[in-house]
């Protein structure tokens, strides 16, 4: 499959959902063709994934348009697009779908950013109608373990991890297939 | 040890602390007898990557509870200004809600000008320990916690780079390498730092404190107090890593190993690049400061400071090659430190790690 991924953050950004972003995408680019349409400056690499990445520093209309453009470039040959939400991304998603009409699936990576939504109106209104015929992932994978130098390797956390990003993968695996 | 930048200051001092002290009288502060920030080398320290300038930094009670504090004072400019700047960070951090739960402030008792002088006053925390007389795991823990606090605000909107440029100022590859020509380091580490550009421009944009080492703040409670404000900026995620891992390097070698292993283990190749960049900038910063010291130091100063290059040139060769600066190495430089050092500066050294 051609995948679309569009997430507002990504690394050297360390906010959630940018790690999962990333570790998703090396993943999935396993078996797919992998695009991710994000912000940021210089992006970290990964292999065999396009990232498409636009400058947060330029003013907000610009960096909105420039979104825009990407995002369209990216999806018009793509079999599904998998979204995080956030309003960076839902105004260019809501007009690029609304002409393009993919399949789409999304997650909501920014709990704040959509709690915040259900409290003004019109962030409300652009965020239904980014995801308006979306399907709604809601399991996620455990955020990766950290070895400490000091303390011993926690091998069964990592391999708890490794368990629930295969959980993870089933589930986006079946919600792809039935879009 | 060089007699005219001596002289000067003893003469500055001399000078503010006779004017000072009947205004702390009047705001109701007594100074101590003993000023541990007054002696030793202080004279010969000016900061290089922040805001610079000639301040007093004085230890004293208030007279209504005998509560101690910290009197910073400064009647030049240049010291006003880096006194504003600095409480206009502390203002800032708090504005945009950046890192604050970690990083805490003193509290401020007066920020007033009086008789053309700027005083600031705060709150004196004491603690329990020093932060090297704590167990390694528990430095461990307090410098990741900062670090990851440091890292959490990355200036990545529009509207934020404004706000943080106008107050903390930011730095990206272009000043780094800019910077880096000026410390006149060796070619080999100048074409590192310029072959690795990118990698370096792609952690930038991150609050960064480029002077976190353990007498820039001190820990009570468990809550960790920031004391100087003034060298946060927007720059490379790993600068302020680079300055604290080279310091424990000569300080506490175990914790900079672990804290290179964290990265190794837990952070992307591209991020580990980026450390050992910062290590050499900051490396070649230090070694040109010691450089600048030699033409202002004689006798036992003049040869301390030629070790202090030497040593810290040591540390460069072993970051430059992926090694540890050799055991023995630290040793010897020890050695010859503890040997060189004035009473006076032996002094200032007590408890200030």
Not at chain 1, 81 to 96: D, T
Not at chain 2, 114 to 136: C, H, M, N, V, Y
């Amino acid at each position: 499959m051609r995948l679309v991924l569009v997430s507002p953050l990504y690394p050297p950004d360390v906010a959630w959902p940018a790690p999962y972003v990333k570790e998703l995408a090396k993943r999935l680019a396993k078996e797919h063709i992998v695009t991710i349409v994000t912000y940021g400056h210089l992006p970290e690499q990964v292999p065999d994934v396009k990232i498409i990445a636009i400058d947060k520093r330029r003013p907000l209309i610009l960096r909105l348009i420039a979104y825009v453009v990407a995002l369209w470039r990216a999806t018009r040959n793509a079999d599904l697009v998998y979204a995080q939400n956030g309003p960076s991304v839902e105004l260019p998603l809501a007009i690029v779908n609304f002409f393009l009409q993919r399949p789409l699936v999304m997650q909501w990576g920014d709990t704040p950013a959509h709690e915040y939504a259900q409290k003004h109106f019109s962030r409300r209104a652009i965020e239904r109608a980014a995801f308006a015929h979306a399907k709604v992932i809601t399991d996620a994978p455990s955020a990766k373990p950290e070895i400490l130098p000091l303390e011993p390797r926690p091998d069964a956390a990592l391999a708890e991890w490794e368990r629930s990003w295969n959980t993870h993968l089933q589930s986006l695996k079946k919600e792809f297939q039935n879009v | 040890m060089s007699k005219d930048a001596k002289q000067l200051w003893e003469g500055y001092k001399a000078r503010e602390l006779a004017v000072i002290k009947p205004i702390l009288q009047k705001l109701g502060f007594e100074l101590a007898d003993e000023q541990p920030h007054l002696g030793g080398e202080r004279y010969l320290m000016q900061a290089v990557t922040t805001q610079s300038g000639k301040k007093l930094i004085l230890i004293g009670h208030r007279v209504s509870d005998g509560k101690k504090v910290v009197i910073k004072t400064a009647a030049e400019p240049a010291g006003k200004r880096e006194l504003r700047h600095e409480r206009r960070c502390r203002q800032v951090l708090k504005e945009i809600g950046f890192a604050y739960q970690v990083f805490f402030s003193p509290e401020e008792i007066i920020f007033t000008e009086r008789d053309g002088r700027l005083i600031s006053i705060q709150a004196f925390i004491e603690q329990e320990k020093t932060f090297l007389e704590r167990p390694l795991k528990e430095q461990f823990d307090f410098a990741l916690k900062a670090f990851k606090a440091q890292e959490s605000a990355h200036a990545t909107t529009y509207k934020h780079v404004r706000i943080i440029e106008r107050t903390f100022g930011s730095m990206g590859a272009d000043g780094y390498l800019h910077l880096g020509k000026t410390f006149n380091i060796d070619t080999a580490a100048r074409e590192f730092l310029e072959k690795n550009k990118n990698t370096i421009d792609q952690y930038c944009g991150f609050l960064t404190h480029t002077d976190f080492v353990p007498h820039n703040f001190r820990i009570k409670d468990g809550t960790m107090y920031l004391l100087d404000h003034s060298s946060l900026r927007f720059g490379n995620k790993y600068e302020g890593w680079a300055r604290f891992i080279n310091f424990m390097e000569l300080h506490n070698p175990p914790l900079a190993a672990a804290l290179v292993q964290y990265v190794r283990d837990n952070r992307t190749q591209e991020e580990l690049l980026a450390l050992k960049c910062m290590r050499i900038y900051r490396l070649g910063e230090i070694i040109w400061y010691y450089r600048n010291t030699l033409p202002q130091s004689t006798g036992d100063l003049l040869k301390l400071n030629e070790a202090r290059v030497h040593f810290w040139s040591e540390a460069l060769k072993a970051v430059s090659n992926d090694r540890e600066v050799p055991f023995a190495t630290i040793e010897s430089y020890k050695k010859t430190r503890d040997t060189l050092r004035s009473e006076d500066e032996k002094r200032r050294q007590v408890g200030l790690h």
